[in-house]
């Protein structure tokens, strides 16, 4: 049995010290919205360092800590000296604490910094090479004894941090004094931070330590204990880069990347060969960028606690969240992911959203953005592995009910661990997000160096080779995705070029004596004139486009009717012909001109169809809010279904409210596709509707002939039929308008089907806008 460390006996003496029953006492902690310190979360807990630091020290010590709000962090510092409150984590050493408060060791450093631009840290001294511009905030200007230390150089007030900054960048002034908190924080939620740099050290610094009301001072060998705890095991320090206590100490010229076993993004081989998906993206990112890369092996609880100071600089790629967001700094995204539900190939549970797992035993691994996703859902019986391959094995063999992760992960398992049979995936995915490379505070230049060569690597021939490797022939990267990369990348460039022109002129500008003012106003005026041309030009575009769609719509109008004129002049020839040669025409001549005037039917249908088409996305129908029930029973209505079939309309439909179109028209079609489709001349078709989110997921199900999945795609595209023409009426075009609909309304339609088991068509709608319904229903 190994012996207890010192920090475990301390811990043991404090908490004999300290007693149980004043640990079990809750010590309440004031706070106040304060950026960098105490920040609104939308819970009762509130995040900056403040907030981390009291709820990190209540954890180690085994404190009982509820947090009060007050209107000012003011209020909560009085309400702290008189009692009201008794603990305050990280303020500095005020005089109305003192005399009712006792303070713990120092748990941070604040201070005045002088911060330069970065082009000019290099060059940059205080105390040679002349007179410098120092920009000041003006209600700090003489609050910090470091003024001595800027004598005999001119001092610029401004009326706040913004104004400041602002002139610093545009080289009005030579350097500006911040306080480290909040400023190099702020920099880096603007993604400015690797525009400044701190020189010449610290102005200025004070001690930040925890405040201890004298009732509750019986705590504070707890709290000093955990503070050292959380010095040692490198947390404090983390949330000091965190929250910008500390300004940035620069890159490495090495950066080491963590990579651990994720197959197919991260994959660490037998022979200890670090390779996958995000680990070869990331080299080829780095090479582009000029940066010098080690990969490291870490652990999955390394890769969860996220890159830090004294561990590694950066992941390859995680998924970015908000949670993770406050950890750890993202580059651009790199890729995109869906998160799928597995569940056994022989079992009817299908999953469509996470409240659907509500009551089910669901596998997630130990890190990964499913497991926190499931975590909180209520209701869900979740059950943890430490890999993939084990979650997809007790899924075959039916331990739980659904695994859930990355879908491309969950497809690479079951194809090697041969469960591509036994096992299947629920489409459409639960949900999705986007993967980007991870940095440790503090490292903005390579973030930037990263932001400028990733947009140019997603749209090149060897990131899409790349996908290829590892994900197989599905690029996960369209080629309209890929134009709208590069048009992006090209505008990006522009505006840098632009930005980074303005900026160089600005400061030669500033430069010069007051003579030159008049130049910088004819400038201005230039730069007016050729707003309001721009403006002016785009006005007739946008004139012009509109011009453009009428013609459009009188072009496809005018087609439709001078193409279907003669087409209907030849079904009236042929009856005319059929009937004057009545008597002499025999059984084979009739079926000729039969199927004359089918193929007659059937283009006139065809050129209907195109032009609906055409029109979906400029029609201009008015809105008309109608229950779900009575939307189906207009669809049945107008669909003509025969009277041998069966329409069951769900409950469902009575809980729900729409506009009417163009929901119906998408209705109709599905509809009309389940009758057309029959092989019987009797059939079933239901209609039935379910919340998901912020939309209504209506279901169209019958009993026909099914479809196999290898067509359920093709069934979607323009003039698509599965069977002959001659078999079926129809011109191919029915779920292409009701795709191109539904996509321009801003849903999904997917379909569930299989050779003899019918279709079930799910329609995701979003909802309408929150109004009166009965007010509506009265003005329709």
């Known amino acids: 049995m190994p012996f207890p460390t010192l920090r475990q006996v301390t811990f043991a003496i404090c908490a004999a010290f300290a007693g149980l029953s004043a640990q079990a006492e809750a010590v309440f902690v004031g706070w106040a919205p304060v950026p960098s310190l105490y920040e609104e979360t939308g819970t009762d807990t509130p995040d900056g360092f403040f907030g981390n630091l009291a709820t990190r020290i209540a954890d180690r010590a085994g404190l009982d800590i509820e947090f009060v709000r007050y209107a000012t962090m ?10 009201e409150v008794q603990m305050l984590a990280g303020v500095t050493r005020l005089g109305i604490l003192s005399a009712t408060n006792i303070y713990s060791e120092p748990v941070a450093q604040s201070a005045h910094y002088l911060v330069v631009r970065t082009e000019d840290r290099a060059g940059f001294d205080l105390d040679d090479g002349g007179v410098k511009r120092i920009g000041v905030i003006e209600s700090r200007r003489m609050t910090f004894t470091a003024r001595d230390k800027l004598a005999g150089h001119h001092i610029i007030p401004h009326e706040s941090g913004p104004d400041g900054l602002h002139a610093l960048l545009a080289g009005l002034t030579d350097a500006l004094v911040v306080i480290g908190d909040p400023f190099f924080h702020n920099l880096r939620l603007k993604r ?15 001690d930040r330590a925890v405040a201890l009301h004298g009732s509750r001072a019986e705590l504070m060998p707890l709290i000093n204990a955990a503070l050292s705890d959380l010095n040692a095991s490198g947390e404090l320090e983390f949330l000091r880069q965190q929250w910008g206590l500390v300004p940035t100490s620069g890159a490495p010229d090495l950066l080491t990347v963590g990579v651990t076993h994720f197959p197919p993004f991260q994959v660490i081989r037998e022979n200890g060969t670090l390779t996958g998906f995000s680990v070869e993206a990331l080299r080829a990112l780095g090479e582009r960028a000029g940066l010098s890369l080690r990969f490291v092996p870490i652990t999955s609880d390394a890769f969860g606690a996220g890159p830090r100071a004294g561990t590694y600089d950066i ?37 469509q959203s996470l409240e659907d797992l509500a009551g089910e035993r669901v596998g997630a691994v130990e890190v990964n953005i499913a497991r926190r996703r499931l975590e909180a859902t209520e209701g869900i019986d979740l059950v943890i592995f430490s890999d993939v391959p084990g979650m997809m094995g007790a899924l075959a063999a039916g331990e739980i009910r659904a695994a859930v992760n990355i879908a491309s992960v969950l497809r690479t398992a079951a194809r090697e661990g041969g469960l591509e049979g036994v096992t299947q995936e629920v489409r459409p995915p639960l949900f999705s997000g986007q993967r980007a490379p991870a940095l440790r505070f503090g490292l903005g230049d390579v973030r930037e160096r990263l932001n400028v060569v990733i947009p140019g690597y997603l749209a090149s021939d060897e990131y899409r080779d790349l996908q290829l490797e590892w994900f197989g022939p599905k690029p996960l990267i369209s080629d309209q995705r890929i134009s709208q990369i590069a048009i992006a990348t090209l505008a990006g460039l522009l505006v840098l070029g632009a930005y980074a022109a303005l900026q160089h002129r600005a400061r030669l500008l500033h430069q010069r004596d007051a003579a030159q003012n008049q130049r910088l106003v004819e400038i201005e005026m230039a730069h007016t004139r050729k707003a309001k041309e721009l403006v002016a030009q785009l006005e007739i575009t946008n004139a012009d486009l509109a011009r453009s769609n009428s013609e459009l719509d009188a072009f496809a109008y005018i087609a439709s009717h001078d193409l279907k004129a003669p087409l209907l002049a030849i079904e009236q020839t042929s009856q005319w012909i059929e ?8 059984d084979e001549s009739r079926e000729s001109f039969d199927l ?34 009575q939307l189906a029973t ?29 929901l119906l028209t998408v209705l109709l079609n599905l509809v009309r596709n389940s009758v057309k489709h029959a092989e019987k001349p009797c ?15 209506f279901c169209v199900e019958d009993d026909g002939p099914g479809i196999d999945p290898r067509y359920h795609e093709r069934i979607f595209g323009m003039f698509q039929t599965l069977r002959p023409r001659d078999e079926v009426e129809g011109s191919g075009m029915g779920l292409a308008i009701v795709q191109k ?14 050779p003899g088991n019918g279709c079930r068509f799910f329609v995701e709608w979003p909802k309408p806008p929150v109004q009166t319904h009965t007010g509506n229903q009265q003005a329709a």
């Open 683 to 697: 059939g079933t078709i239901r209609l039935s509707v379910r919340e998901k989110g912020e939309a209504h997921l």
């Open 579 to 586: 009937e004057d040669l009545g008597p002499v025409l025999t």
């Open 74 to 83: 003011w209020d909560a510092i009085s309400a702290q000296a008189n009692g």
């Open 192 to 206: 400015i931070d690797h525009r400044v740099a701190s020189v010449n050290g610290p102005l200025q610094t004070f």
């Open 596 to 629: 004359l005037r089918n193929r007659v039917s059937r283009m006139s249908m065809l050129l209907h169809d195109l032009l609906e088409h055409a029109r979906i996305d400029r029609n201009e129908t008015g809105l008309r809010l109608v229950s779900g029930r």
């Open 741 to 754: 609909t539904v996509t321009l309304a801003g849903g999904r339609i997917s379909l569930e089907s299989s």
């Open 315 to 351: 992941l390859p790629q995680a998924g970015v969240t908000p949670e993770r967001a406050r950890r750890m700094d993202f580059a651009l995204p790199t890729s995109e992911y869906t998160l799928s539900a597995f569940v056994r190939a022989d079992d009817v549970f299908r999953p």
């Open 634 to 662: 207009e669809v049945i209505d107008l669909a003509a279904v025969p009277e041998s079939f069966t329409v069951i309309l769900d409950q469902s439909l009575d809980s729900v409210h729409v506009n009417a179109t163009p």
